[in-house]
């Protein structure tokens, strides 16, 4: 069975940074797209950041591009993003999700994966 476990939330001013980690578990880890997205209140689940299979690719959102960086530990079975200059906007429960990758590649849409963690809140105060 398929666990993914993230990890590092919490409260943080405006400007500060936290460091996100997914742990999985229950897979052939190093077969698989990992991907970040994040729900804020009354809005939909968002794609932030996605890493190919062998760390290889990465992609990322828009509104978090220049601030965020995922990265993956094939050997630890962990994902993890790193967030920088958060704003109170970043406020959000993220989440990590997982799906088998068949080329150096990566996804961004939330329907293409196919595990899902629990969530981790992060709230940003002004």
């Known amino acids: 069975q398929v666990h993914l476990v993230e990890s590092g939330g919490g409260l943080v001013q405006a400007g500060g940074s936290l460091r996100l980690s997914c742990a999985a578990s229950g897979l052939a880890f190093s077969g698989y797209v990992m991907g970040w997205f994040r729900q804020r209140p009354g809005k939909e689940r968002e794609f932030i950041a996605a890493i190919s299979q062998r760390g290889g690719r990465t992609g990322y959102a828009d509104s978090v591009k220049g601030r965020v960086t995922i990265s993956r530990d094939n050997a630890k079975n962990t994902v993890s993003l790193q967030m920088n200059s958060l704003k109170p906007e970043d406020t959000a429960v993220y989440y990590c999700?997982?799906?088998?990758?068949?080329?150096?590649?990566?996804?961004?849409?939330?329907?293409?994966?196919?595990?899902w963690g629990q969530g981790t809140q992060v709230t940003v105060s002004s």
């Open positions: 999700a997982a799906v088998p990758g068949y080329s150096e590649s990566y996804y961004t849409g939330s329907y293409e994966y196919r595990y």
